[in-house]
């Protein structure tokens, strides 16, 4: 790939029937450009593990085109629905520095789009270099509305590492034989866990060790000594996953578009949601490899995909008639969290960062599941006849219907939200203990945090033991934040603070809370706005693992929200 060249090219496959898609380079002003895009969501024919199913894509591809800007160019997309679905786009880990209307989670910062409608998204790249992507953030269609989003240095600017010979991205996915918004209408229908996905998919192929699947298997073709950066992307809807390339190190460079200090590891761990950019070298014996990817599973008594997908990076040089079975690399068990914790804790920034030191607002959130009594029948499907919810703070999130919360807040229509999500829990417990069973089922609100801008915020974010301890990967819309501490059991502000990194934490935009622990994050509020934080386990958004910050105005036009685009969707 080639990084000068921001013109994204039109794949073609044989399991894929249309492709319609316009890239067109119609300004350039400073090193900066316009991007104009046109995606058509859409039903497309794909087939995948013996059979054809129809599936919402984005110009008939999937996974979705790929998009490649560089830092300080504004990407005007225009999304038109042709599907059967309310959908929106949500650009993720962009900051959308006051364009919170362009962010696109359904009924937060927009409506959705209805089917024929559309809607122009419009936002300047500020300030961000690295991998990022884009999914549907409207119920179930992230399972195979997602792609890629590049983000390359300004002209005359280099990476901060070796200079690779190939960039790959690598789009980890999660397939179903079944349409996905059944498998979800059905566990909202019986408040019981969703049916767990057939396979895992690398940009979009299960992979040969799978049935049917051999012929789609995806082979990136690299020479000997190349340097390759690869992009790896978990676009997975409910799981996280280990990655491995057989027979190579990994050193790892970025995370979530925010570079860090080089380290070197034999597999990656990423949360849905999360990105890790790596560069590998082509030095081993010219074969073929395997890269690999299968579950990190920590919930106790819970189903997963206990299935691994496969690509193969196959040596130029390699004997072309070869027959031979590739290399597997090794991948830890999937409950292996030793292995996770090991690869965690060596994210640095690559240099001394500005961490907030005075806090304004102090919070502790809880984030964890529930369960919510009802009558026994076919509604009450979950454990002793309950219903499964999630939340933090024992809220579990409700979204709005006749309105945006960002329209709400900005037009001042009263009734949508209230704004007292609570700063710390409730009620105090053992939270990685025994909890004891009044505390499982929570309340239900549309409740907000507001806060001024230019505040620092101080967040704990503790997993709790309410129906089973479980790593969750939360999401912050609109910001990026420093991760000054992580660990288990219950966070203890008296001993744990003190371990704080204030010095090079990395900067993310999701974070992994560990299972049975806890993780803490500091930013600045210098991005107004209503912005989402949640789960990135969609299982768990949908069962109301989030809430929002309403972040105020500041002083003049720079520190304000920009006005509604006038084509902002209806409810």
């Known amino acids: 790939m ?10 073609t496959n044989s399991l894929f029937l249309g492709l319609v898609f316009s890239l067109a380079l119609v300004a350039s002003f400073a090193n900066a450009e316009i991007h104009y895009h046109q995606f058509i969501v859409q039903e497309t024919q794909l087939k995948r593990l013996c059979q054809t199913h129809n599936r919402i894509t984005v110009n008939g591809q999937f996974p979705g085109p790929t998009l490649e800007v560089r830092n300080g160019d504004t990407v005007v997309v225009n999304v038109l629905n042709s599907a059967r679905y309310n959908v929106t786009i949500h650009w993720h880990g962009i900051r959308q520095m006051r364009t919170p209307w362009a962010d696109g989670p359904a009924y937060v910062t927009q409506c959705p789009i209805k089917p024929g409608g559309s809607y122009t998204y419009r936002f300047i790249i500020e300030d961000q270099e690295g991998t990022l992507w884009w999914h549907a953030h409207s119920r179930w269609l992230r ?13 005359g600017s280099p990476y901060p590492f070796p200079k690779p010979n190939q960039e790959i991205p690598i789009l ?23 049916n767990v996905s057939d396979a895992y998919t690398i940009n979009g192929q299960p992979g040969d060790l799978y049935k049917c699947s051999a012929q789609g298997t995806v082979r990136f073709h690299v020479g000997s000594g190349d340097r390759i950066l690869l992009r790896i992307i978990n676009a997975a809807l409910n799981q996280q996953l280990f990655f491995a390339v057989a027979n190579h190190k990994l050193t790892v460079v970025a995370a979530d578009a925010s570079y860090d200090k080089p380290f070197t590891t034999s597999v990656l761990m990423l949360g849905p949601g999360q990105t890790t950019d790596v560069l590998l070298t082509a030095e081993q014996a010219p074969g073929r490899y395997y890269m690999a990817a299968r579950a990190y599973a920590t919930g106790q008594n819970t189903p997963f995909d206990n299935t691994t997908t496969t690509a193969i990076l196959e040596y130029k040089s390699s004997n072309k008639g070869a027959s031979s079975r590739p290399i ?25 960062v500005e961490v907030p030191t005075k806090i304004d607002h102090n919070l502790f959130f ?44 900005y037009q001042n229509i009263p009734g949508v939200f209230t704004t007292d999500f609570p700063p710390v829990p409730p009620i105090q417990f053992d939270y990685t203990g025994n909890v004891p069973r009044g505390l499982w089922q929570p309340t239900f609100g549309t409740k907000l945090y507001k806060m001024k801008f230019g505040s620092t915020v101080q967040i704990v974010l503790q ?25 288990f059991g219950n966070f203890d502000p008296r001993k744990d603070a003190a371990s704080f990194n204030l010095i090079d934490p990395p900067q993310r935009n999701t974070i992994d809370v560990p299972v049975g622990g806890w993780a803490v994050i500091r930013f600045v509020a210098d991005n107004p706005g209503v912005w989402l934080m949640h789960c990135h386990i969609d299982s768990h958004l949908t069962w109301g693992m989030a809430m929002s910050f309403l972040v105020e105005n500041g002083f003049g036009e720079m520190e304000s929200i920009e006005p509604p685009p006038a084509d902002l969707p209806p409810c």
């Open 2 to 11: 080639d990084a000068q060249n921001l013109c994204v090219k039109p794949r």
């Open 366 to 409: 809880t984030v964890g599941l529930g369960l919510v009594n009802c009558t026994p029948g076919p509604r009450c499907q979950g454990p002793n006849n309950t219903r499964f919810a999630a939340s933090m703070n024992n809220v579990s999130f409700v979204l709005p219907r006749r309105t945006s919360l960002l329209q709400a807040y």
């Open 463 to 487: 997993d709790t033991a309410i129906v089973t301890t479980e790593d969750h990967p939360i999401h912050l819309h609109g910001y990026h934040f420093y991760v000054v501490g992580q660990g």
């Open 172 to 194: 980890l996915g999660e397939w179903w034989n079944r349409d996905p918004i059944s498998v979800l209408k059905q566990a909202l229908f019986t408040g019981a866990i969703p």
């Open 143 to 155: 399972a195979t509305v997602y792609g890629a989003l590049i983000i390359y240095p300004k002209l």
């Open 328 to 352: 597997l690399p090794p991948l830890p068990a999937y409950n292996d969290t030793a292995t996770v914790t090991a690869f965690t804790t060596q994210f640095r920034s690559p240099y001394r």
